[in-house]
């Protein structure tokens, strides 16, 4: 089968398309052929080691010392079961799925065997299969930032900061669904888009500073970039929580002086990854309250390219891949 593969950390230009092995399955696995995934801000920062100061040393220990453990990347995808193990009851030849293999990766292949008790459901109708290759990795670790870590409720005030992004797309469509009141910030090219998706208000960071505009929220979630506690101290209110999706060392070392010297809460961490949180997504998707923000196709011939438009930093929501 093809597989975009890279074999040094580095580049776009390290991520080539060869011939690889077709996985065989399990008897509790499934096999599935993939029509869609996508590049997302994860697959960049493994590709070229580009994480958060402090990071790098624990990220070479876990994804490869001197070069990448696992040479196929790729966190999401969607496509049709090709083959089922003998012991595979829930799903069946045919079936339109979509999957969220997170850290373990391979995604950006013609084939991904998964355990058929994980982290699989079948594919919303109402969807196609690029929509729904993009649904997890931004919905996912939304969920997880504002229902699990940042325990949201029906009536708060939430500033999400890189509301135009893949996570930040859909944590605006997902704190809207608990009821919040939901203010965006983002580019000027962005602010109608994140307006459509359901913001109450929009902030164009060119123009204005969020932290002199007087408003107070009960959460701000940061999806892009870096914020520190004592720049969005003054925009929380009283047990506010400050929700960080990516954050170094110096943002982690802020959590336990916020707790010795305020009321703050501040979270930071990887999201965790969560079967139910696939279904919870799926059902908001099957009733239109979420919809993946892409900005941009490419063929598996070309991720090189969609690296290289990632890399950039400026893409809204999702960049997608189609086999």
Not at 10 to 25: Q, S, Y
Not at 169 to 189: H, P
């Amino acid at each position: 089968m093809k597989a975009a593969v890279y074999e040094r950390y580095g580049p776009p230009e390290v991520v080539t398309i060869k011939e690889v092995a077709k996985p065989t399955i399990t008897d509790n696995e499934i096999l599935i052929r993939v029509r869609a995934t996508t590049v997302s801000s994860g697959d960049w920062r493994l590709r070229s080691l580009s994480v958060p100061f402090g990071l790098g040393l624990i990220c070479r220990l876990m994804f490869g010392f001197f070069g990448p453990k696992k040479p196929i990347l790729g966190s999401e995808l969607a496509g049709d079961i090709e083959a089922v193990g003998k012991n595979v009851t829930k799903f069946k030849i045919g079936d339109a799925v979509f999957a969220f293999p997170g850290i373990g990766l391979g995604a950006h292949a013609e084939y991904r065997a998964m355990p058929a008790d994980g982290a699989v459901a079948l594919k919303p109708t109402n969807l196609s299969y690029e929509q729904a290759a993009a649904l997890c990795f931004g919905g996912t670790t939304a969920l997880d930032f504002l229902k699990t870590k940042g325990s949201i409720r029906r009536g708060e005030t939430v500033l999400i900061i890189g509301a135009s992004g893949t996570v930040g797309s859909a944590a605006v469509q997902i704190a809207k669904r608990f009821g919040a009141d939901v203010t965006g910030v983002c580019g000027t090219a962005n602010v109608d888009l994140v307006r459509s998706i359901g913001a109450d208000s929009v902030i164009d960071y060119t123009k204005t500073d969020f932290t002199t505009n007087g408003e107070r929220y009960d959460i701000i979630l940061v999806a892009a970039g870096a914020m520190s506690f004592l720049r969005c101290k003054g925009s929380l209110n009283e047990n506010g929580r400050l929700l960080l999706v990516v954050a170094g060392l110096p943002e982690m070392l802020q959590i336990p002086w916020a707790s010795l010297t305020s009321t703050i809460k501040v979270v930071a961490g990887p999201a965790a990854e969560s079967i139910a949180d696939v279904d919870f997504i799926k059902g908001m998707a099957e009733t239109g309250a979420f919809a993946p923000v892409i900005d941009r196709h490419y063929p598996l011939a070309r991720i090189a390219e969609a690296h290289a438009y990632v890399d950039a930093g400026h893409k809204k929501g999702s960049v997608v891949i189609t086999l």
